[in-house]
């Protein structure tokens, strides 16, 4: 199993500075993505924590796999799935401790989405709207589900079509990293087959750019930087109103 990787990201057409990171840890088979919020550099801060405590924790359970867990395995999940949204639970109290305890940090938060790639499976977790879409045959499917109040709104089946266009809150995330001592994580677990490409991405991306939009620019380019490239100038064309981080990753049998 080998795994190719590509990740860009852009501060967009109308902030001043990026709040977004991305990780790309090689050795683990792990990449992710996580969009900040808060005041004035917060949410940077807090998305780069987030990817840093999730990579530290992959690193020593990968040196020390008799190492003491920060929280409890839910009996319902394998190791992988533990492994994952434990990590992601650690990376929340890191963020909502220093947010506990720093007044210029208060409120700060982050989404994350993460893929890691074992030999049986790739799971994806996360936590946000941020999302993981996985590119097959030529067609995208979106793996995770939006925590947000519009996909709230959807699954209750309470607005029109244009009520959705116009929908006055589409950036009001109902679950995110920091946010409360502890967060329920999602986790999926999707069976790869060879040359399938998961996209990992802010809502920079998923707000500005269709599915089929990116589905037809992973259809026409092969190359996972430039791919990365044309996801992210498609979202600035259209107005680039957020940060914008797209992270490619194609899955290789052998």
């Excluded at 266009?165 to 986790?187: C, Q, S, W, Y």
């Amino acid at each position: 199993m080998r795994i190719e990787v590509a990740g860009h990201t852009h501060v967009g057409m109308k902030r001043n500075h990026n709040e977004d990171n991305y990780l790309i840890l090689t050795d683990e088979n792990l990449c992710c993505v996580a969009d900040g919020m808060g005041g004035h550099s917060s949410g940077e801060i807090a998305s780069k924590i987030a990817v840093e405590e999730l990579a530290e924790f992959f690193r020593m359970t990968s040196r020390d796999q008799d190492a003491t867990w920060p929280f409890k395995m839910d009996k319902a999940r394998n190791y992988d799935e533990n492994r994952l949204a434990t990590g992601i639970k650690l990376a929340n109290k890191s963020i909502f401790d220093k947010a506990s305890t720093d007044q210029k940090y208060k409120g700060m938060g982050t989404t994350i989405v993460s893929v890691h790639f074992t030999d049986a499976a790739a799971y994806v977790g996360h936590v946000g709207d941020s999302r993981v879409y996985f590119f097959r045959q030529g067609v995208l499917r979106q793996v995770t589900e939006d925590h947000s109040l519009l996909n709230d709104y959807l699954k209750a089946k309470k607005l029109t079509p244009e009520e959705i266009e116009n929908f006055p809150h589409k950036n009001v995330i109902v679950r995110a990293l920091g946010m409360k001592d502890t967060v329920a994580v999602d986790v999926a677990k999707v069976e790869p087959q060879q040359g399938d490409i998961f996209l990992l991405c802010s809502d920079g991306l998923s707000g500005m750019v269709t599915d089929p939009q990116m589905q037809d620019i992973l259809t026409r380019t092969s190359e996972l930087e430039k791919a990365c490239s044309q996801l992210i100038d498609m979202a600035n064309a259209a107005g680039g109103n957020d940060n914008v981080t797209c992270v490619l990753a194609r899955f290789h049998a052998n």
